[in-house]
């Protein structure tokens, strides 16, 4: 008699689990149904017949121009999909697509963290852990919008506890279902000691002439060392493993050539990726020393007079930098991975590096005279609520890449320049930034 009660109790919980995760299930798809409808009561970006089209020669995506090349840099969207952020996804949707509009960029490159699906308690999550189906609901943004696009991931993109791996959700960037979308994977590191990287490309810029003027390159910063729930508790961000190092000095090398330029002399190239590497770190403490107390409790932040690597450049640092190995103390943080000794030191081939990651720091500066720039952020979720009334780190950088391979960088505010209402879902305030006890910068 014990064991029926027993049996029927546990057939009772197990059915009230079942119909609990259906009714979320339906709920979530629901609420990707409605977020779909609302990006389609907005009009389409306007352009004119003879806009940028990327195209794809000799297994690259090119860009021809004969004029500038404006870039938008949208980077930690945080698109949550589910039940949980509703509102707060809604407010994203509209400043993404009003930031677009006002802008009309050539072409727009995702800085990562496009997505957030996780579980609402303590991680501000969404309340969904379906990422593809959040995935095409970012998409469908840029679809409607009819602005051509790519992306690097961040470590949210793809969650441990996330139903679609990272390569499953890089082949739905890469497939039919976007029209506008121009993401091709052109290297994975399938032997990877950690998760193999999926968002690694190569974009070449050229004239009608046929001259190669500026090289894009997007890598993949990865996620976590493992896919362990417990690895992304801890922040155990993963580096660039060596394989994409090599990887992209072998492309930049071959597209030089291919270019007409003599063996030793490169392409200058400008890379996107998601979180910051570790020389992001190095030049701020070359620039900004942490006075701490007896206990490690940092106490104030202090401006050194004669930096030896690091010329500011502007913005601000308002939280730490979340650089790729953070967790790890065998090594400082610029040798954490080859990509700028590679990439930067040795071959002087990258000439700037745009992140993400840290959704307050918006600093730029030079190091060893390579342009390290955070890009502004637009998340309404990750960092809770209260980011949701915070301005002041708000909207996109806009890099414009002339036609003689020269560049400029421009941060853009999503209230102050593109017009966004600040009082349109909740009071945004603009008088200070999210956490002004931890505000840095150099005056």
Request: hydrophobic share 35%.
């Amino acid at each position: 008699m014990k064991k029926r009660k027993w049996l029927k109790r546990l057939c009772i919980t197990f059915g009230v689990i079942v119909a609990l995760y259906l009714v979320l299930f339906l709920v979530n798809v629901l609420v990707n149904v409605s977020l779909r409808k609302y990006i389609k009561t907005f009009a389409p970006v306007e352009y004119s017949a003879d806009r940028i089209v990327p195209v794809e020669e000799n297994g690259y995506i090119t860009i021809t121009t004969d004029g500038d090349l404006r870039i938008m840099h949208i980077t930690d969207v945080h698109l949550g999909g589910g039940f949980w952020t509703y509102k707060n996804d809604k407010k994203t949707i509209y400043e993404v697509i009003t930031m677009l509009q006002k802008e009309k960029p050539d072409i727009v490159i995702c800085g990562g963290d496009n997505t957030y699906c996780l579980i609402p308690p303590g991680y501000n999550g969404s309340g969904t852990f379906n990422n593809k189906m959040v995935a095409k609901t970012f998409i469908d943004i840029f679809d409607h919008e009819q602005v051509y696009f790519t992306t690097v991931f961040g470590n949210h993109d793809t969650e441990a506890m996330d139903y679609a791996s990272r390569q499953d959700i890089g082949d739905l960037y890469a497939s039919d279902y976007s029209e506008y979308c121009f993401f091709m994977q052109d290297f994975t590191d399938l032997d990877a000691p950690s998760v193999p990287s999926v968002t690694n490309q190569f974009i070449r810029v050229k004239n009608t002439a046929g001259e190669v003027v500026k090289l894009i390159m997007l890598i993949d910063s990865n996620d976590y060392v493992d896919k362990s729930f417990m690895a992304t508790v801890k922040g155990k961000y993963d580096v660039i493993h060596d394989a994409q190092v090599d990887w992209a000095a072998e492309t930049v090398k071959k597209l030089s050539l291919e270019a007409g330029l003599p063996e030793g002399e490169y392409v200058p190239t400008i890379t996107f990726m998601h979180i910051p590497i570790g020389e992001y770190r190095t030049a701020l403490d070359d620039l900004i020393e942490e006075v701490k107390d007896d206990k490690g409790n940092i106490i104030e932040f202090k401006q050194k007079n004669n930096p030896v690597d690091t010329e500011f450049i502007s913005g601000v640092w308002d939280e730490k930098v979340c650089y790729g190995g953070l967790n790890r103390t065998d090594k400082t943080p610029d040798k954490l991975d080859n990509f700028f000794e590679v990439l930067c030191e040795d071959m002087g081939a990258v000439e700037a590096i745009f992140c993400g990651h840290d959704h307050v720091n918006n600093a730029v500066v030079k190091y060893k005279g390579v342009l390290l720039a955070y890009g502004y952020s637009v998340d309404n979720e990750a960092y809770g609520d209260k980011i949701m009334k915070s301005g002041t780190q708000r909207g996109a950088c806009v890099i414009t890449i002339k036609p003689d391979g020269s560049f400029t960088q421009e941060h853009k505010n999503a209230y102050t320049d593109y017009g966004v209402e600040r009082d349109k879902f909740v009071d945004v305030y603009m008088d200070k930034p999210l956490y002004p006890d931890d505000l840095r910068t150099v005056k």
